[in-house]
């Protein structure tokens, strides 16, 4: 057996401020990374060819700064549970580490893939955290039970401490000339394109991948906007937010990295006015945490709701309204620009994401899952802990206290696109409308029918008074059966 340790990159694309790298380094210069392209996930009817570009993209970046680092990548595609452990051995490995997740199929993998490598008598790192802040562990109520509503959450995951962003120093041992000529043997493959993959994509990315761009999306947010961020943030016209989303989701970027820039804002604020504007952002972090502690703790919310009253609930099956709903054309001119964002880059406002979930499931009266997982098979930053929490809290059906929360799309886009800008930009055969019949959606139907735009596919109030009396008539039938 040789002093080799492997390193599976999973949600972690990159070398600096990585724990599990830095443990493995702890034994070892000889450090090898590897990425597993999983067919269990690719095969995924759920599967987004932003998301999939843009991770090969952050993976030939990762390969290059390997290269930098004296070390290599390798690139399997096969099932882990047999393409790692024979890696491994056929290497003589010492050990393979990686760093933890909080999803219900990556620890069931994890857990054959540790079975896999102990009846080699490889060794593995013990659950290891980077992609939080705080581990789930660390925050609990006073009963030691999980968080299930965010404000206490909060209060006690802010009074917390947090890690410094892990020192990487020093080049990497790699494999021999005689040892990669092995890898390739053992299944080792070259990186693929996202159209080997199946996967075609031809549109711009909203952030170029790897984790240079990261790290400047983050200087420059941190730079300027983040000092208007509690305004801005809300209007999707603005380019407010820190559209780090996908970076995070991969881990092209270290949350302690980010935490650290965000208490370094902080420190160099001169205004309380400046500070809310920082620690608002900071809350949107702990937003993020907040639902993958709800995964980790409560894993049936991937595959329904965490209210009772929303478990059966009899919402209607109607697929024309859906098709509408995804193509961005429900006669709702707010929800048809978020749709049509969507649909055209791969990314949605965060603000637009609550309008069009809350139509859906509030207007339409369909399933949130129907929403959930059309935004996988779109979105470049789809990630199951915050994708399945924004849609859950949209719904209703989620931890969210407020049991019933209805967006009326025409007084959403009059408060955040009050000049029709964003509407306009995505919806270009409005462009010519006033802003005031453009936010409110009052075109009549000959000005409708002009520009080719259609007529509203429901009516909000009429809808509203629906959804309302299906929740009370479910609430009742729990009661009943109390």
Same mark, same amino acid.
């Given at each position: 057996?040789?002093? $080799?340790?492997? =390193?599976?990159?999973?949600?972690?694309?990159?070398? /600096?401020?990585?724990?599990?790298? #830095?443990?493995?380094?702890?034994?070892?210069?000889?450090?090898?990374?590897?990425?597993?392209?999983?067919?269990?996930?690719?095969?995924?009817?759920?599967?987004?060819?932003?998301?999939?570009?843009?991770?090969?993209?952050?993976?030939?970046?990762?390969?290059?700064?390997?290269?930098?680092?004296?070390?290599?990548?390798?690139?399997?595609?096969?099932?882990?549970?047999?393409?790692?452990?024979?890696? #491994?051995?056929?290497?003589?490995?010492?050990?393979?580490?990686?760093?933890? %997740?909080?999803?219900?199929?990556?620890?069931?993998?994890?857990?054959?893939?540790?079975?896999?490598?102990?009846?080699?008598?490889?060794?593995?790192? @013990?659950?290891?955290?980077?992609?939080?802040?705080?581990?789930?562990?660390?925050?609990?109520?006073?009963?030691?039970?999980?968080?299930?509503?965010?404000?206490? =959450?909060?209060?006690?995951?802010?009074?917390?401490?947090?890690?410094?962003?892990?020192?990487?120093?020093?080049? =990497?041992?790699? $494999?021999?000339?005689?040892?990669?000529?092995?890898?390739?043997?053992?299944?080792?493959?070259?990186?693929?394109?996202?159209?080997?993959?199946?996967?075609?994509?031809?549109?711009?990315?909203?952030?170029?991948?790897? @984790? @240079?761009?990261?790290?400047?999306?983050?200087?420059?947010?941190?730079? /300027?906007?983040?000092?208007?961020?509690?305004?801005?943030?809300? =209007?999707?016209?603005?380019?407010?937010? /820190?559209?780090?989303?996908?970076?995070?989701?991969?881990?092209?970027?270290?949350?302690?990295?980010?935490?650290?820039?965000?208490?370094?804002?902080?420190?160099?604020?001169?205004?309380?006015?400046?500070?809310?504007?920082?620690?608002?952002?900071?809350?949107?972090?702990?937003?993020?945490?907040?639902?993958?502690?709800?995964?980790?703790?409560?894993?049936?919310?991937?595959?329904?709701?965490?209210?009772?009253?929303?478990?059966?609930?009899?919402?209607?099956?109607?697929?024309?309204?859906?098709?509408?709903?995804?193509?961005?054309?429900?006669?709702?001119?707010?929800?048809?620009?978020?749709?049509?964002?969507?649909?055209?880059?791969?990314?949605?406002?965060?603000?637009?994401?609550?309008?069009?979930?809350?139509?859906?499931?509030?207007?339409?009266?369909?399933?949130?899952? $129907?929403?959930?997982?059309?935004?996988?098979?779109?979105?470049?930053?789809?990630?199951?802990?915050?994708?399945?929490?924004?849609?859950?809290?949209?719904? /209703?059906?989620?931890? %969210?206290?407020?049991?019933?929360?209805?967006?009326?799309?025409?007084?959403?886009?009059?408060?955040?696109?009050?000049?029709?800008?964003?509407?306009?930009?995505?919806?270009?055969?409005?462009?010519?409308? %006033?802003?005031?019949?453009?936010?409110?959606?009052?075109?009549?139907?000959?000005?409708?029918?002009?520009?080719?735009?259609?007529?509203?596919?429901?009516?909000?109030?009429?809808?509203?008074?629906?959804?309302?009396?299906?929740?009370?008539?479910?609430?009742?039938?729990?009661?009943? $059966?109390?």
């Amino acid at each position: 057996m040789s002093d $080799l340790i492997l =390193f599976w990159h999973r949600r972690d694309l990159r070398i /600096s401020d990585n724990t599990g790298i #830095a443990a493995a380094l702890e034994k070892t210069r000889k450090v090898v990374g590897f990425f597993c392209l999983d067919p269990n996930i690719l095969k995924g009817d759920d599967v987004a060819a932003a998301r999939v570009t843009y991770m090969i993209g952050c993976l030939q970046k990762l390969e290059e700064k390997y290269a930098q680092m004296g070390s290599q990548l390798l690139i399997l595609w096969d099932n882990p549970v047999k393409a790692i452990p024979k890696l #491994a051995a056929t290497l003589k490995a010492k050990a393979v580490f990686w760093n933890w %997740d909080v999803e219900p199929y990556s620890q069931e993998r994890d857990a054959d893939v540790i079975n896999a490598l102990e009846e080699q008598g490889i060794e593995y790192l @013990e659950k290891n955290w980077d992609q939080l802040l705080n581990t789930p562990d660390s925050i609990r109520t006073g009963s030691n039970n999980p968080y299930t509503v965010y404000t206490p =959450f909060w209060k006690n995951w802010i009074a917390k401490p947090k890690d410094s962003p892990v020192e990487i120093a020093g080049k =990497f041992e790699g $494999l021999t000339a005689e040892e990669q000529a092995i890898a390739i043997k053992a299944g080792a493959v070259e990186l693929p394109t996202a159209k080997d993959l199946g996967f075609n994509w031809d549109g711009e990315l909203i952030i170029e991948p790897g @984790e @240079e761009a990261a790290q400047d999306r983050l200087e420059e947010f941190c730079y /300027s906007n983040i000092n208007e961020y509690q305004e801005q943030r809300n =209007f999707p016209a603005i380019d407010g937010t /820190s559209r780090l989303s996908a970076a995070l989701k991969f881990g092209v970027i270290g949350i302690r990295t980010v935490w650290k820039a965000t208490e370094d804002a902080l420190e160099n604020s001169r205004s309380e006015e400046l500070e809310n504007n920082i620690r608002t952002w900071q809350k949107e972090i702990a937003w993020r945490e907040f639902y993958q502690h709800a995964m980790y703790n409560f894993p049936e919310l991937a595959s329904g709701a965490y209210r009772d009253a929303f478990k059966d609930f009899p919402w209607e099956d109607n697929d024309e309204y859906f098709q509408a709903w995804c193509e961005g054309r429900t006669g709702y001119p707010i929800v048809d620009a978020a749709m049509r964002q969507l649909n055209q880059t791969g990314w949605m406002h965060n603000r637009c994401r609550m309008i069009v979930a809350s139509f859906l499931t509030k207007d339409l009266l369909l399933n949130p899952q $129907l929403g959930e997982k059309y935004f996988m098979q779109r979105l470049i930053d789809g990630d199951l802990s915050a994708n399945n929490g924004g849609w859950q809290w949209s719904a /209703s059906s989620g931890m %969210d206290p407020k049991p019933v929360r209805i967006f009326n799309p025409a007084s959403q886009a009059q408060k955040f696109d009050s000049e029709g800008e964003y509407i306009r930009q995505w919806v270009p055969e409005l462009s010519s409308m %006033d802003a005031e019949y453009l936010v409110t959606g009052n075109i009549t139907p000959l000005e409708r029918q002009a520009v080719g735009y259609p007529e509203p596919i429901v009516e909000h109030k009429q809808q509203q008074r629906v959804f309302k009396e299906m929740y009370k008539n479910q609430k009742q039938k729990l009661e009943a $059966l109390r």
